[in-house]
């Protein structure tokens, strides 16, 4: 089975999805919901199995709000593609299977050995709007990567990041301050140009993209790496 991935929806739409990575990440996600249900938009938050695991009230206020969800992982670990103890983290809080899965820095070999990923209900999608909030200080920076982006368009998949991967709970809580601040001024500027805010789970993914081996498995563990020689990659 090839491993395929999304960057974007149908482009003669006025939909965009705006997702959020590395939460729930309490309170800095429910900044983002307020702001988002405040404007009449959605988001689709793909979260950490450990962080749904600590946090799960915020979690659940996630889904209670009426956004998406979908799998980013358990640990966030580079070469680790725990995607399946994730999912049943995520889908013990959720109910139901998640539908949508981002591969954490992108690492897509990791999503090879999980059963859960390659599943053909599962949808890995990438963005093709990439601001970079998690290394920006400067809302207005952010504001200006999100709005100015070349590839911004109908369909297009905003990444920006409600929370973090580590543990250290003063850098986790205010590594998303600055994109807190700039997200209404984001919301407000794509909806002035008419684009409707929705969940991935309202926009039709097209022109999926085949991934092909890019180097990033060199310290893959012996099942990621055999899975790549699989589909015809080296991974060292």
């Given at each position: 089975?090839?491993?395929?991935?999304?960057?974007?929806?149908?482009?003669?739409?006025?939909?965009v999805a705006?997702?959020f990575?590395?939460?729930?990440?309490?309170?800095?996600?429910?900044?983002?919901?307020?702001?988002?249900?405040?404007?009449?938009?959605?988001?689709?938050?793909?979260?950490?199995?450990?962080w749904a695991?600590?946090?799960?009230?915020?979690?659940?206020?996630?889904?209670?709000?009426?956004?998406?969800?979908?799998?980013?992982?358990?640990?966030?670990?580079?070469?680790?593609g725990?995607?399946?103890?994730?999912?049943?983290?995520?889908?013990?809080?959720?109910?139901?299977p998640?539908?949508f899965?981002?591969a954490?820095?992108?690492?897509?070999?990791?999503?090879?050995?999980?059963p859960?990923?390659?599943?053909?209900?599962?949808?890995?999608?990438?963005?093709?709007?990439?601001?970079?909030?998690?290394?920006k200080?400067?809302?207005?920076?952010?504001?200006?990567?999100?709005?100015q982006?070349?590839?911004?368009a109908?369909?297009?998949?905003?990444?920006?990041?409600?929370?973090?991967?580590?543990?250290d709970?003063?850098?986790?809580?205010a590594?998303?301050?600055?994109?807190?601040?700039?997200?209404?001024?984001?919301?407000?500027?794509?909806?002035?140009?008419?684009?409707?805010?929705?969940?991935?789970?309202?926009?039709?993914?097209?022109?999926?993209?085949?991934?092909?081996?890019?180097?990033?498995?060199?310290?893959?563990?012996?099942?990621?790496?055999?899975?790549?020689?699989?589909?015809?990659g080296?991974p060292?």
């Amino acid at each position: 089975m090839s491993l395929q991935y999304y960057t974007h929806g149908r482009r003669d739409q006025m939909k965009v999805a705006l997702t959020f990575d590395d939460g729930p990440n309490p309170p800095r996600t429910d900044q983002v919901i307020e702001i988002l249900n405040r404007r009449g938009a959605r988001g689709t938050f793909f979260v950490l199995g450990k962080w749904a695991e600590r946090f799960p009230q915020a979690f659940q206020r996630i889904v209670e709000s009426g956004h998406c969800v979908g799998n980013h992982s358990h640990l966030h670990e580079a070469h680790l593609g725990d995607f399946d103890r994730a999912e049943a983290a995520i889908g013990n809080l959720l109910g139901r299977p998640t539908r949508f899965l981002r591969a954490h820095y992108f690492n897509f070999f990791t999503c090879l050995y999980s059963p859960v990923a390659m599943s053909r209900d599962m949808k890995i999608v990438d963005a093709d709007v990439n601001p970079a909030d998690y290394a920006k200080s400067d809302p207005q920076a952010i504001i200006d990567a999100t709005l100015q982006a070349p590839a911004l368009a109908g369909g297009s998949i905003i990444d920006l990041h409600d929370g973090r991967e580590m543990d250290d709970d003063a850098r986790r809580l205010a590594s998303p301050l600055p994109m807190i601040e700039a997200l209404p001024a984001i919301v407000e500027g794509l909806q002035a140009r008419g684009f409707q805010l929705v969940g991935l789970d309202e926009m039709e993914l097209v022109d999926p993209i085949e991934w092909r081996h890019d180097g990033r498995g060199t310290f893959a563990t012996p099942e990621a790496r055999e899975a790549i020689e699989g589909l015809g990659g080296n991974p060292s």
